[in-house]
C-alpha cells in the first residue's frame, strides 16, 4: 500500500500516513469547511489498510493538533471509534498519542476527554 499525505493548509492539518511503517500522523490546526474532503480519503485509506494489519504489528497514531472546531472533532471521535473497533472486534495493537502544548489547556482538555471516551485503544497524552 502507498503512502498518502495531504499538506497542511491555513484550515487543514497535515496527515501523513505511511502504511509501510504503521503510521498515521496528524499535525496542524484542522477547521476545514468541508472536513469531509480530509476524512473521506482518510477512512478509506484507512479501511484498506487496517484489513492488511497483521495482529502482531503495531499502528501508531499520532495527532498533535493546536486548534479544531466541532465538525473536526466529530471526525476525530470517527476516528477513535474505527480504530477502537479494529482493537475490540479484531484484536489489532493500535496505540494513539495525543500531543499537545502543555500551555495549551484546551487541546490537553479535549485529549483527557478523547481519553475517557475510548475504552479498548491505547491512548497517550504526551506533552510536548
Known amino acids: 500500500m502507498e503512502d498518502w499525505k495531504l499538506e497542511a493548509t491555513k484550515h487543514?492539518?497535515?496527515?501523513?500516513?505511511?502504511?509501510?511503517?504503521?503510521?498515521?500522523?496528524?499535525?496542524?490546526?484542522?477547521?476545514p469547511e468541508n472536513v469531509a474532503k480530509i476524512?473521506?480519503?482518510?477512512?478509506?485509506?484507512?479501511?484498506?489498510?487496517?484489513?492488511?494489519?497483521?495482529?502482531?504489528?503495531?499502528?501508531?497514531?499520532?495527532?498533535?493538533?493546536k486548534y479544531f472546531n466541532s465538525s473536526s472533532s466529530k471526525m476525530l471521535m470517527n476516528l477513535f471509534d474505527k480504530l477502537e473497533n479494529e482493537v475490540a472486534n479484531n484484536g489489532k495493537n493500535i496505540i494513539v498519542n495525543w500531543i499537545y502544548d502543555p500551555e495549551n489547556d484546551t487541546i490537553e482538555?479535549?485529549?483527557?476527554?478523547?481519553?475517557?471516551?475510548?475504552?479498548?485503544?491505547?491512548?497517550?497524552?504526551?506533552?510536548k
Not at 476524512?39 to 495527532?63: C, G, K, R
Open 12 to 31: 487543514t492539518p497535515a496527515i501523513n500516513f505511511t502504511p509501510d511503517n504503521n503510521l498515521l500522523e496528524i499535525k496542524g490546526e484542522c477547521y
Open 39 to 65: 476524512s473521506l480519503p482518510l477512512f478509506s485509506h484507512l479501511d484498506e489498510y487496517l484489513q492488511d494489519l497483521q495482529d502482531n504489528e503495531i499502528f501508531t497514531v499520532n495527532i498533535e493538533l
Open 109 to 127: 482538555e479535549f485529549g483527557e476527554e478523547f481519553q475517557e471516551d475510548v475504552d479498548s485503544l491505547t491512548f497517550n497524552l504526551v506533552p
